[in-house]
Each structure stands twice: as C-alpha cells, then as structure tokens.
T-cell receptor, first 112, second 109 residues
Framework: TAGITQAPTSQILAAGRSMTLRCTQDMRHNAMYWYRQDLGLGLRLIHYSNTAGTTGKGEVPDGYSVSRANTDDFPLTLASAVPSQTSVYFC???????????FGEGSRLTVL | GQNIDQPTEMTATEGAIVQINCTYQTSGFNGLFWYQQHAGEAPTFLSYNVLDGLEEKGRFSSFLSRSKGYSYLLLKELQMKDSASYLCAALDSNYQLIWGAGTKLIIKP
C-alpha cells in the first residue's frame, strides 16, 4: 500500500515563481493536511481539509492555497514563492478526528 | 495561548531507559499523541492517550495526567535505532493538533 505520495521530493525555486506540491493518498481518508517543518519549530499547519470539497486555514496560511476536488488529492500551491517559504513540507491524512496522522515522505523546497 | 513544551535534546546510553517529558496548555483537550521522526524522514505514530494513566506498547510506554497537563514517553532497552526526534502533540477542543518542537534523542553505545 502506497499510503501518501508527495511530489516532488525536493525542488529549488526562484523567488517569484509559482509551484505546486502534489499529495495523493489511497487510504480513502476524509481529512488531509499540509504542514511545514522548520528547524527548532514544531510542525506548523498551513491548510487542512476535513472532507472533499472543503478546505480551511491553519496557523500559517499566507502565501499558500489548496484545493480538494476529490478524496485522494490535496495539492498545495505557492503563487509567488519567497525565501521564507524555504522549508520541508509534509502532507498528512487521517481517517478520524482523533486518529493517527499518516505522513508523506516530505517535499524539501528551497526558494532562492 | 496554546503551547507544548518538551526538552530540545536528550542523551542516553544503549540498553538504558529514558523518559521524555511533555507539558501542554491547550484550549480544551481531546488527547495527546507521540510521534517518532528519524532524521530526513516523515513522522510516524507511536501512541495516543486520552485517559489518565500509562499505556504500554512493547519497549515504549506513554503516560498522561490531564489534571497536570503532562505526558511522558518512556523508552526501555534503548537501541541505536531509537536515535530520532520524538514529537509531542495535543489535540485541542477543535480537534486541531498543537505540536511541540520535538526532542532529539541521541543514543550512545
């Protein structure tokens, strides 16, 4: 079972360019999340979706957008990247509100 | 505000026991999670506590005291592969996870 697949694994991006990080899960989980992880900080929630067709803002949503057209896919878009968006991005899903999170392998993004 | 506190780094010896503490302050509480994260990898689930007490799962145990806003993760018979970061996260009243910064555990032979 693949679980959650993220792409790309890593990317170097020029400031001002747009970028979409892809996330696909095959567990039919309703809830999906995008986190960023920076050294010395906890995982910070960017956006989430409790079910297909709905999305919500997390702790650090500025500069990012998401969509949830179906259960499996939850892409994260940076419309105009800035160096402060250099981070490791994790997509995650959960089957229930108190259930464990299943994480993708992460996407390391460097904005120059 | 909501906050999770855990030590930044701990060192222990192979074969020994280590306890990683976590204190939390959240708006409401719906449980506490522990995750393990090896360097360069994704976090993986270790435990979930919502009731007071100790839950044992092999070499790993997790404890919760709701009245004290306190949890710990106990690792026994440490192995080199246990070298990782351990993330504490509390579920608030809106079922949003509040994450600690993680405790980096270094195991020495």
């Amino acid at each position: 079972t693949a679980g959650i697949t993220q792409a790309p694994t890593s990317q170097i991006l020029a400031a001002g360019r747009s970028m979409t990080l892809r996330c696909t899960q095959d567990m039919r989980h309703n809830a999906m999340y995008w986190y960023r992880q920076d050294l010395g900080l906890g995982l910070r929630l960017i956006h989430y979706s409790n079910t297909a067709g709905t999305t919500g803002k997390g702790e650090v949503p500025d500069g990012y957008s998401v969509s949830r057209a179906n259960t499996d896919d939850f892409p994260l878009t940076l419309a105009s990247a800035v160096p402060s968006q250099t981070s490791v991005y994790f997509c995650a899903s959960s089957g229930t509100s108190t259930g464990e999170l299943f994480f993708g392998e992460g996407s390391r993004l460097t904005v120059l | 505000g909501q906050n999770i506190d855990q030590p930044t780094e701990m060192t222990a010896t192979e074969g020994a026991i280590v306890q990683i503490n976590c204190t939390y302050q959240t708006s409401g509480f719906n449980g506490l999670f522990w995750y393990q994260q090896h360097a360069g990898e994704a976090p993986t689930f270790l435990s979930y506590n919502v009731l007071d007490g100790l839950e044992e799962k092999g070499r790993f145990s997790s404890f919760l005291s709701r009245s004290k806003g306190y949890s710990y993760l106990l690792l026994k018979e440490l192995q080199m592969k246990d070298s990782a970061s351990y993330l504490c996260a509390a579920l608030d009243s809106n079922y949003q996870l509040i994450w600690g910064a993680g405790t980096k555990l270094i195991i020495k032979p």
